[in-house]
């Protein structure tokens, strides 16, 4: 058993119920919404390891709209979310997806999809936020603020080229495809594309590189990126 709670934000009192009782039977605790005003309070109250957010909601707000909010929060903006929705549109994975959403489910799901997505998204969100900072030669990242600093310099750094060095620091000298890249970064169930990757590496380059740290991004020929402190070869 585990005691990390789950808010279920979801107005269909049916598909709350199935999913609250799929998640309690996993070992999960519940806080349930029905909206974004309710689903804001449990937020507040609960501090959700996860949530579940459904697209549509009565009131106003959108699940979407929710997201985008709790994104923008610094406070609120590292509990990861997974959207669920009826819709079955790329243009709407890709929104959720803008919109900050870690994951997304489209109705209807298996409960024991579910399960394994959210054990992945949380397994996920763990590695990334762990307490302690991670260091490399001068180039330190703290979880905790979520700041980069090069020999002590701020680095000014997007949030997702924040997560992409932050992983690729918490696993240093491997290389990793593109596409081992956009499930560990991204999430299992991305509506990315493989150049999207490169350029977030780019980016991410352009951020080091005036404090003399890019070349630790390095290029693997033939696999994808590693992040290295040796010379690359
Ligand atoms: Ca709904």
């Known amino acids: 058993m585990n005691n990390e709670i789950i808010l279920v934000v979801e107005d269909e009192p049916a598909i709350r119920e199935m999913i609250m009782t799929a998640l309690e039977m996993a070992g999960f605790e519940c806080v349930q919404a029905e909206d974004v005003s309710s689903a804001h309070r449990q937020v507040v109250d609960h501090r959700p390891a996860l949530i579940l957010l459904d697209w549509m909601l009565p009131g106003g707000q959108s699940g979407i709209d929710f997201c985008r909010m709790l994104k923008k929060d610094e406070l609120l903006s590292e509990i990861p979310v997974i959207m669920l929705t009826a819709k079955g549109e790329e243009d709407n994975k890709v929104q959720g997806l803008d919109a900050g ?45 979520q700041r980069v600093t090069a020999d002590g310099n701020a ?41 999207t990757i490169d350029v977030h590496i780019r980016r991410l380059r352009k951020v080091l590189e005036p404090h003399d740290y890019a070349g630790f991004i390095q290029t693997v020929r033939g696999t994808g990126y590693r992040f290295s402190t040796q010379l690359a070869g």
Do not use: C
């Not at 024991?112 to 990334?128: D, F, G, M, N, T």
């Open 101 to 145: 959403a870690d994951d997304y489910i489209t109705k209807p799901f298996s409960t024991r999809e579910l399960i394994s997505r959210i054990k992945a998204v949380l397994r996920r969100s763990s590695a990334l936020s762990g307490e302690k900072p991670i260091e490399a030669e001068g180039l330190s990242l703290d979880p905790v603020s």
């Open 155 to 195: 680095v000014e750094i997007g949030p997702t080229e924040y997560r992409l060095l932050a992983f690729f620091m918490s696993h240093p000298e491997r290389a990793y495809t593109r596409t081992q890249l956009l499930d560990q970064v991204w999430g299992g169930n991305v509506y990315v594309e493989d150049r």
